[in-house]
């Protein structure tokens, strides 16, 4: 399907497609059983930020629907849902995207002119997959969604933004789930992403994600493959009642696993 009739359909079809009494929901009434609770955790330990391995095969309409679905049912403070999908299919519109990651590559690239070593580092990893993927998808917040008042955001206005976070964890699992890669590519400009993909002033670009068939998942996360940076114990990261209080003993966390 190319790219005018991938549109059309969409337009033609948006009211069955995207609406949530469209798809078969789940009863939540059911227990889960025990390969539920495997095959959730085998996908959140397998997700992985693909910039590379990306295969061309196109993703069907009913994967990206599903997919996407899956992220409309997050969770959103007051139930706001303030969230957006651009799915972007045009190559002349990701060129213009890529040249916006260059250029802040580059910036980023001169903030380590003092440790070449690290910089070199930099230089040699693969940050993104915009041309190479099947489908780039921009994730747009909308801060006057349901405003003035947002049951829970009124003391913490940011949960607006956190909300859409989950949004994009819950596709990126869906997406792992459907076997399909996904990378978030945030060395990029939201002023030049706010320009090309003509979005509105009050609406503020959280997350552009490319997505795409892949070769295969990596058993690491790349930036630790590469060493780069390695996962940091749980018994480093949890405490107990106050902040800076850890189990006295760290087996005590590794033995709950």
């Known amino acids: 399907m190319n790219y005018r009739s991938y549109l059309y359909w969409i337009n033609k079809k948006q009211t069955i ?12 009434n059911k227990g889960i059983s025990k390969d539920d609770r495997e095959g959730f955790y085998k996908i959140v330990f397998s997700r992985r930020d693909v910039r590379s391995h990306f295969i061309k095969k196109d993703i069907p309409l009913s994967t990206i629907v599903r997919i996407i679905n899956a992220a409309h049912h997050a969770p959103s403070v007051g139930y706001s849902q303030p969230w957006n999908f651009i799915m972007i299919k045009d190559e002349d519109t990701r060129k213009k ?19 070449k070593r690290k910089q070199n580092k930099y230089k ?3 940050l993104e997959g915009i041309l190479e993927s099947n ?31 989950c949004a994009i964890q819950n596709l990126w699992l869906a997406a792992r789930a459907e076997e399909i890669g996904m990378g978030w590519v945030s060395i990029i400009s939201n002023k030049e992403i706010k320009k090309i993909l003509k979005i509105p002033k009050h609406i503020k670009p959280i997350a552009y994600l490319c997505l795409g ?13 590469s060493k780069w940076l390695k996962r940091m114990d749980l018994n480093d990261i949890i405490y107990v009642e106050k902040w800076g209080k ?9 033995n709950q696993i």
């Open 246 to 254: 850890s189990f006295n003993k760290k087996k005590q966390i590794h």
């Open 124 to 126: 040699s990893l693969k």
């Open 97 to 115: 995207i890529k040249e916006s990651f260059l250029k802040e590559h580059e910036k980023a690239i001169k903030l380590l002119e003092n440790d």
């Open 135 to 165: 489908l780039n998808i921009c994730v747009t917040y909308d801060n006057t969604r349901f405003a003035p008042f947002v049951i829970g955001k009124t003391t913490i206005s940011d949960t607006g933004i956190y909300s859409v976070c």
């Open 17 to 28: 497609l995207f609406s949530s009494t469209s798809l078969k929901s789940t009863n939540t």
């Open 213 to 225: 068939y892949v070769s295969e998942f990596s058993i690491l996360p790349d930036l630790e493959k």
